[in-house]
């Protein structure tokens, strides 16, 4: 259906607020009407963190903050910073200088040029005004949002906690560094001990092993560029990324939940009103 503004969810505390945002920038599938891929849809499919929204939904009742991408990664990738752009994609040359990094150079930069390996989102270049739309119409609005939030909650509280939500494939493919292996049910990733207090970090990673989930730290994924914006630990600013394996609660071939999901929905839940536990009572350490 197509794109309605804003192009994001933001649900707000059903309860008292605690300074706990959680964002899932790839769970929204509501095409913009200029968006003509030539990959199929099924192509683009897996390009979705498919319900990572609904899996944390329970969060705002136990006083966090979610907000919530509506349109796909696909179209613009709000987990990657502005000028990561891959240059062969445009028609004409960017306004200002492109920082390319290993994303863009894998074909899934700023705006992504595979949607799997070897499958080409589309066959023609971008022109400047088109991508310039995509991020004034949907990536600006959705990091005001997110920074917005986050500041306003480190104002009320004098710290904040950011969870970065996202799903992972099962196994890695060739436009991935772990190309072919398993992955572990859960990555919990700070950019090596950059983003947040390394006992954040580990707190959460020990919290999902307690319940018999694998769980990795940085590995395969280190975070992606919304950690990096909004984690700063030693300003009271605590940012980390989530990976949850989708086989967990996804039949991945056809992107239906699994008979796990309502299981993994009420774990999520459960970690949410913890996190907001653990949050308030550092606050009340710090006063």
């Keep these: 259906m197509p794109l309605v503004p804003p ?3 933001l649900q707000l505390p059903t ?3 605690s300074p706990v945002v959680f964002d899932s920038p790839h769970s929204g599938m509501d095409w913009p009407a ?3 891929p030539t990959a199929s849809r099924e192509a683009i499919l897996t390009t979705w963190d498919a319900f990572v929204d609904e899996l944390w939904a329970d969060a705002p ?9 509506r349109f796909p990664r696909a179209y613009v990738d709000v ?7 891959d240059p062969s994609l445009l028609d004409a040359p960017w306004p200002s200088p492109l920082v390319t990094t290993d994303y863009s150079r894998r074909g899934m930069g700023l705006i992504r040029r595979l949607a799997l390996p070897g499958v080409a989102m589309y066959s023609r270049r971008l022109s400047v005004r088109e991508v310039g739309e995509r991020l004034a119409r949907c990536y600006d609005p959705y990091r ?4 917005s939030r986050l500041n306003h909650l480190r104002g009320a509280f004098g710290a904040v906690w950011h969870v970065n939500c996202h799903s992972m494939k099962s196994r890695g493919n060739d436009m991935n560094l772990d190309a072919g292996a398993v992955r572990p049910d859960i990555v919990v990733s700070d950019r090596r001990g950059t983003t947040a207090d390394p006992a954040f970090t580990a707190w959460t990673a020990g919290w999902f092993a307690d319940r018999g989930f694998r769980v990795k730290i940085n590995d395969p994924y280190l975070g ?4 990096v914006t909004h984690g700063r630990p030693a300003e009271a600013r605590h940012s980390l990324q989530i990976e949850i394996n989708r086989a967990l609660y996804l039949d991945e071939p056809s992107f239906a ?6 299981a993994l929905r009420r774990t999520l839940a459960e970690f949410s009103s913890r996190l907001c536990e653990y949050a308030r009572d550092r606050v009340e350490a710090r006063a």
């Excluded at 005001?144 to 920074?147: H, Q, V």
């Excluded at 992606?224 to 950690?227: D, E």
């Design 7 to 9: 192009p994001f969810t």
């Design 15 to 17: 309860t008292g607020e």
């Design 34 to 36: 200029d968006f003509a």
């Design 61 to 69: 009742q136990f006083g966090a903050s979610l907000l919530s991408a």
């Design 79 to 85: 987990n990657r910073s502005r000028d990561d752009i």
């Design 144 to 147: 005001n949002a997110l920074e």
């Design 224 to 227: 992606g560029h919304l950690i």
């Design 257 to 262: 939940r699994n008979e796990g999901f309502a």
